[in-house]
């Protein structure tokens, strides 16, 4: 099992920029990919960014450029650090790991509580 407790999210103004983290705790952690989705109101969850344990990332289109996610092993936190936000970014955000090999519609998928970041015009 691994739990994901996030923190980080608030509220900033358009352009500004915010950082999340992730910490992790169970077992698991050094072989899962980690993730981070964003739900904004009456819309589907999407995946922001991930990044597998060798390091290797993918981010959604709409947010390439202005997020960056990383993670450090041996804290076993993921962080994911977002510049020139928009409104559009508004969102809860949820921290999720998953093994190699499943998807993450998988029930397998561990999610954290989520965070609400908010970016005001």
């Known amino acids: 099992q691994v739990q994901l407790v996030e923190n980080g999210g608030g509220l900033v103004q358009a352009g500004g920029s915010l950082g999340l983290s992730c910490a992790a705790s169970?077992?698991?952690?050094?072989?899962?990919?980690m993730g981070w989705f964003r739900q904004a109101p009456g819309k589907q969850r999407e995946l922001v960014a991930s990044?597998?344990?060798?390091?290797?990332?993918t981010y959604a289109d709409a947010v390439k450029g202005r997020f960056t996610i990383s993670r450090d092993t041996a804290k076993n936190t993921v962080l994911l650090h977002m510049n020139s936000l928009k409104p559009e970014d508004t969102a809860v955000y949820y921290c999720?790991?998953?093994?190699?090999?499943?998807?993450?519609?998988?029930?397998?998928?561990?999610w954290g509580q989520g965070t609400q970041v908010t970016v005001s015009s």
């Open positions: 999720a790991a998953k093994r190699l090999g499943y998807s993450w519609r998988s029930t397998s998928v561990h």
């Open positions: 990044i597998a344990s060798g390091g290797s990332t």
């Open positions: 169970g077992s698991d952690f050094s072989i899962a990919i």
